[in-house]
């Protein structure tokens, strides 16, 4: 019997590969889990920003579920840039009918660099409709604030919000985000019981395009392998944090992570990848 496990992305697009769905899938690789994909946008975007988004049609992302679910299920999923209410109502209604697997929901509302990802309206929806679907969320502080609805500046803010997008929300389990916290690297995790702080050291490169799907694609291939959630969530940390001490000068603006970074831990950096 065949025991490769397989994950699937329904994200946007990058075509410079940093961020999205090409981000996802080079995760996905690197941590040994057969990636698959489904687009919900085609965005024109690169280390300066987005240049365009254009979203596919509601009637052809439910083919393309169905394209996948009809023939490889996926033994973990993950949402990114889901643009519009008609989408994330459809993914949805699907996702209640695969409850039993996995699901790490990265709320992408704006980029690193302050575009919008996903219309306004949506914002309501994503809490009503999908974070009590979650096996996990995973919300940078900028969404974190507006799933909590107020501004979240500090460690204790950061463990409320997480304690409240699970008790409150209805999310299985939360890591709050604090890539865009002065000091350290502080991820804070809640699953119900305990909280978990996650910290690494901060990185002073402005390379940190792609940083919240790749670690989010990092949990949902760890999830796909049967890890517990803290246990994909500390993987994710690892990875991440690798990624971007290597990170790639690529670009005129900020540059991607390394998704073969953590391979490199411990070697000089020779190449002279972050910075
Ligand atoms: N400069 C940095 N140095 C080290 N870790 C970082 C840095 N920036 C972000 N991270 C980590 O990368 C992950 C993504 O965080 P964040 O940047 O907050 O998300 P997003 O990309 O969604 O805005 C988190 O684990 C965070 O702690
Ligand atoms: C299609 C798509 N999805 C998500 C992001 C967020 O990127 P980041 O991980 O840098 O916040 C992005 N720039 N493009």
Not at 26 to 51: D, H, W
Not at 138 to 162: D, F, H, Q
Not at 184 to 189: E, I, K, L, P
Request: hydrophobic fraction near 40%.
């Amino acid at each position: 019997m065949m025991n490769v496990k397989t994950a699937l992305t329904i994200a946007g697009t990058d075509p410079t590969g940093g961020a999205g769905i090409q981000a996802d899938l080079k995760a996905f690789q690197e941590r040994e889990v057969y990636g698959m994909s489904v687009l919900t946008s085609a965005v024109a975007q690169n280390t300066l920003g987005v240049q365009s988004i254009h979203n596919l049609p509601t009637a052809f992302i439910e083919q393309q579920l169905k394209s996948v679910f009809t023939d490889i299920k996926p033994h973990a999923i993950k949402t990114g840039m889901i643009a519009t209410i008609e989408m994330m109502e459809l993914i949805a209604d699907y996702f209640e009918q695969y409850r039993a697997i996995p699901y790490c929901l990265d709320p992408v509302m704006v980029a690193t660099s302050g575009d919008v990802l996903m219309e306004e309206a949506s914002q309501t929806m994503i809490k009503e409709r999908l974070v009590p679907l979650a096996t996990i969320v995973t919300p940078n502080l900028s969404e974190t604030e507006i799933l909590v609805g107020r501004k979240v500046t500090t460690i204790r803010a950061m463990e409320e919000a997480a304690i409240e997008i699970v008790n409150e929300l209805g999310a299985q389990t939360a890591v709050v985000k604090g890539g865009h916290l002065e000091g350290g690297a502080v991820d804070v995790f809640y699953d119900g019981n305990q909280i978990h702080h996650l910290i690494s050291e901060r990185f002073d490169t402005p390379h940190t395009h792609g940083t919240g799907c790749t670690f989010s694609a990092v949990i949902t291939a760890e999830l796909a392998k049967g890890k517990s959630v803290l246990e994909a969530v500390k993987r994710g940390k690892v990875y991440i944090t690798d990624a971007i001490r290597y990170s790639l000068k690529l670009g005129k603006g900020n540059g991607p992570t390394n998704h073969w970074g953590y391979r490199l831990k411990g070697l000089p950096n020779e190449r002279g990848y972050s910075k």
